[in-house]
DNA sequence: GGAATCTGACACTCTTTCGTGTCACTCTGC
DNA sequence: GCAGAGTGACACGAAAGAGTGTCAGATTCC
């Protein structure tokens, strides 16, 4: 009739640092070891010992801050959207789409430099709960591009062709960044963005 | 010192099919299994014991035409590229690249009639093996394309554009494919292959 | 200095799936 | 019709991985 078992009880700092910091900090670890695996040999082929020995971490601090691998695929995707939008999303308020080759720039040239991120982005997006959130991602794409862009056609009649045309052109994006990085194009990063702002100006139509 | 243990022995006819019929058959049946399987759920989500359920075999006969899940993901995907080729290729020779819209129409068309197609040649094709074997087909796409169309530029310091340009349709033309069986696209399949055909001409330099 | 928390290593159970084995039953060839 | 091969259902052990528990030592707070 005593007491019951009490939860954890308090939160104390260690080594100078508190707890919350702590684990904030162990739960980015955490992500970078999973973007590092993610982006190169793949989700499949991720198991939660390997993040947390490329964490450095063991698996009661995996399980603090996630639930699943899958929890921890959301979460590195999360924070690879927001770095990404983070470099383009200004660009493309400043410059806008009359002037296609700094979003280009930006976008492609983000992900160049970062393979990771190209297998990520391109690859492993197909992976069940990431396919939807992949779509989703190119119609919010299409969507802005339609909305901030005031040379676009806009007639309704070609609203669906629009669409069509903004998958073609992340799929071709794609394609070709993960062709360069796999080293089958003998180009520059430059002329890769060169090329692509190409087939966007002759792809799109302009009122 | 006797008689060392019988391996097998014959082979009967068995419900009126010769053995080697039979055997044929069940590996027919599995990859018929695996196509749907693959083509549905995806590669990652699906066991032996999916493949031979939905072939109505047991696992016996699984071992006994394949060594393992990826042999069959193999097999599945040589008879999905034999099927396409036979339809592609054909048409290539007849039509050229002079009028390509036969060219996109049979290859795309193949496509959208079978959405199991889409998903295995535009998503599961990323999966670890599978990976080596979708970049060389790309490239044989662009080997072949560059060989057999005269008005193609093949000046040497085109090449490596040409082989962007055919990573860049290959990718583009995938990912409208993959966005159309999702129904993201409101289009009929003529007006996919329109589209893509107006790409393609568009983004390809003549000489 | 001592009680309590934090940390890291690792043991442990549970589940899933693989690949093989067993067994009863069916069909074939002679 | 009978010895033996073919068939299908299912049992079985091995292996891998998930998620939890334990424990000793380090660190903190009072």
Chains 1, 2 share one sequence.
């Not at 430099?113 to 297998?119: A, F, I, Q, S």
Request: with cysteine.
């Amino acid at each position: 009739m005593g007491a019951v078992a009490q939860p954890p009880a308090e939160l104390r700092t260690y080594r100078g640092v508190p707890a919350s910091q702590r684990k904030a900090e162990r739960r980015d670890r955490l992500v970078s070891a999973g973007l590092e695996l993610f982006g190169t040999r793949g989700i499949a082929a991720t198991r939660v010992d390997d993040v947390c020995a490329e964490a450095g971490l063991t698996k009661r601090y995996f399980y603090e801050s996630f639930e699943s691998l899958d929890d921890l695929v959301t979460a590195v995707m999360e924070a690879v959207l927001l770095d990404v939008a983070a470099i383009v999303v200004p660009v493309i308020e400043t410059d806008g789409w009359r002037n296609p080759r700094p979003v280009f720039s930006a976008y492609i040239g983000a992900l160049l430099e970062d393979p990771r991120l190209v297998r990520l982005l391109v690859v492993e997006t197909h992976n069940g709960a990431l396919a939807n959130r992949r779509e989703e991602m190119v119609e919010l794409a299409v969507d802005t591009w339609l909305a901030s862009d005031p040379g676009a056609d806009k007639s309704p009649e070609h609203l669906p062709v629009q669409r069509l045309l903004a998958h073609a052109m992340a799929g071709a994006a794609g394609e070709v960044a993960l062709a360069w990085v796999n080293g089958r194009i003998d180009l520059t990063a430059d002329q890769i963005v060169d090329q692509l702002v190409r087939i966007f100006e002759r792809i799109t139509p302009r009122v």
